[in-house]
């Protein structure tokens, strides 16, 4: 049975057409659509070019409830998803949170696949969380996991959601690209301002730029992959998980942000000295993950 997928997050669309929720396949990617209104119908475009479906997921970057998208904080408005994706394309259609999704497809077919209680962190425009125990989506009252708007200093950095200070402020694809902006700025003439060039600064410039030994790149990265390890030593605190699951497109740089995550989780994480360490791990689906869950709820078999 082929079913459409989609993958809504902060800066780009996905979707993709899955005979087998974990084959891989290259998505269809698109910028996602500035107003929210417009994102039922640029996921029906695509998903009809690509012929269709018997069933649709939708995994999305924000609250959901019934079908609807209630609140994206990187769009600020929300939309009935369900409906409208039902009638274009005459399927049922499933809408679930990206990170709920990313975590249902790693904990039963990735890497937190044997572990009982899985907490999945997305790293990509914002920072997204999903909590598997026992193979099922934990929701609390509907929207668990917003932990990337959990706040780490009331007086940082002003946040998409509207506030100040929030996690994925510090530590966030979108940090990245405020980083890498700045470093150009005040340092018009070094290696990162090469790299570039014309184009508007980004994250994955300061990414590149660290990794090849710039000096003022790499410690600005390092200060916001230990942000990153603060957020999780919090996550730990609150949850004492089996393992964290971590993916998104931050995510997939892998060890080189990991590694220093880590250490600093590990310093600042309450009574470590009593605690059994906590894995943290990188995404198996990478950033396909949030496809694969989608494909999951929509009934495609593993």
């Known amino acids: 049975m082929a079913v459409i997928v989609a993958d809504c997050g902060g800066t780009n669309l996905a979707v993709a057409r899955l005979e ?10 698109t910028p996602t659509p500035e107003r929210v209104g417009d994102i039922p119908g640029a996921i029906a475009d695509i998903a009809q070019a690509l012929g269709g479906g018997a069933a649709v997921g939708v995994a999305i970057a924000g609250l959901v409830a019934d079908g609807a998208l209630l609140w994206m904080p990187h769009r600020h408005g929300g939309v009935d998803l369900a409906g409208p994706l039902s009638a274009a394309l005459r399927a049922p259609v499933t809408v679930e949170n990206d990170a709920n999704c990313a975590a249902l497809a790693e904990a039963t077919a990735g890497a937190g696949r044997g572990h009982r209680m899985v907490l999945m ?24 996991g917003e ?25 966030s694809g979108s940090a990245l690209d405020g980083a890498s902006a700045w470093i150009v700025r005040t340092d018009p003439g070094g290696i990162l301002a090469r790299e570039v060039g014309e184009e508007e600064p980004s994250g994955s410039h300061l990414v590149t730029a660290a990794l090849a030994g710039d000096p003022a790149a790499r410690q600005v990265f390092d ?80």
């Open 121 to 144: 962190v997305t790293v990509g425009t914002g920072i997204g969380g999903g909590l598997v125990i026992d193979g099922r989506i934990e929701r609390g009252r509907g929207f668990l």
């Open 147 to 171: 932990i990337g708007h959990t706040t780490l200093d009331p007086d940082g950095p002003m946040c998409s959601c509207g506030k100040h200070g929030c996690w994925e402020a510090f530590a």
């Open 20 to 29: 087998r929720a974990c084959a891989a396949v290259e998505p269809t990617v």
């Open 223 to 302: 200060e916001i992959a230990m942000h990153f390890g603060r957020g999780l030593a919090n996550m730990v605190a609150v949850f004492d998980p089996d393992v964290i699951v971590v993916g998104g497109g931050v995510g997939s740089i892998g060890e080189p942000f990991l590694r220093p995550a880590r250490l600093e989780m590990a310093a600042t994480v309450s009574g470590a000295g009593h605690r059994r360490p906590t894995p943290v791990v990188s995404a198996a689906f990478g950033r396909r993950a949030g496809l694969v869950g989608a494909a999951m709820l929509a009934g495609a078999p593993a």
